[in-house]
């Protein structure tokens, strides 16, 4: 049976892409921040769940239960990391921003070196992160979210390259960039091409089984992620 961990699994994407995998018939650790959820989870799925309560901005504690876990699994196939916070912030609330920057920024980091290095020691393995269609440009309404996924993409890039120096060639990266999902993380009002929850992690799912390098949710935003790389900034100003 395979392994695998999902971190931020108590609601959104995470929670629908272990239900996937346990239909698919993983093992999973799940994690979360709310306790409460993740026991409701376990008594929903039984034996094939683990649960993990843990907030992915206090790092030493991420590695704590990411050791906790590998200990008790062996060898983990897949790390899927889903926790993520935003908030629309023109007025730059330092709380919001310093939370965004915890979260989507140093935590995870410290669960994308955790996974890496084990990966590496295993000299196999699966990491997805997901990231946002928010990756491609910066935006005035949001800027720390924005940018954060920005860092995440990059990181993501720079851990495939990395994967030149594992022998076995057996260590995937994977960037899921999500659109507009119908999630609490759909930033703002009016939002356009809005993914149903079970569409969106369906692709996920697949993109993931298929070992993409990159991915966009739904398809169609691979368009809009083309345009976003050719328009000048002026004209970014001038729209947003």
């Known amino acids: 049976m395979k392994k695998a961990i ?9 929670k629908a892409l272990t239900e996937l995998l346990l239909q698919d ?16 989870f376990e008594e929903q799925h039984g034996k094939n769940v683990l ?9 030493d504690h991420v590695e704590v239960v990411f050791n906790e876990i590998v200990k008790k699994f062996g060898v983990v196939d897949l790390v899927i990391q889903s926790s993520g916070v935003g908030y629309v912030n023109s007025e730059l609330d330092w709380e919001k ?5 915890n979260t989507n920024v140093l935590g995870v980091t410290k669960l994308y070196d955790l996974a890496y ?25 949001a800027p720390a979210y924005f940018a954060s996924k920005a860092y995440q993409k990059a990181y993501l890039e720079s851990l495939y390259l990395k994967t030149k120096t594992i022998p076995s060639k057996k260590v995937f990266i994977t960037d899921i960039r999500p659109g507009f999902v119908d999630t609490a993380m759909a930033l703002g009002d009016g939002v356009f091409w809005l993914v149903p929850l079970e569409k969106a992690s369906k692709q996920i799912f697949s993109a993931i089984k298929r070992k993409r390098r990159v991915a966009y949710i739904s398809r169609r935003w691979r368009l809009i992620a083309w345009v976003l790389k050719i328009v000048p900034a002026w004209i970014m100003k001038k729209l947003t």
């Open 6 to 14: 999902v971190f931020g699994a108590t609601s959104g994407i995470g």
């Open 25 to 40: 018939n993983y093992q999973v650790a799940v994690t979360g921040r709310r306790l409460d959820k993740l026991k409701t």
């Open 51 to 59: 649960i993990k309560q843990n907030d992915i901005q206090d790092v």
């Open 97 to 101: 921003e310093n939370q965004t920057i």
């Open 117 to 141: 290095k084990l990966f590496k020691k295993q000299g196999l393995g699966h990491l997805v992160g997901i990231s946002s269609i928010a990756s491609i440009r910066g935006n005035r309404f």
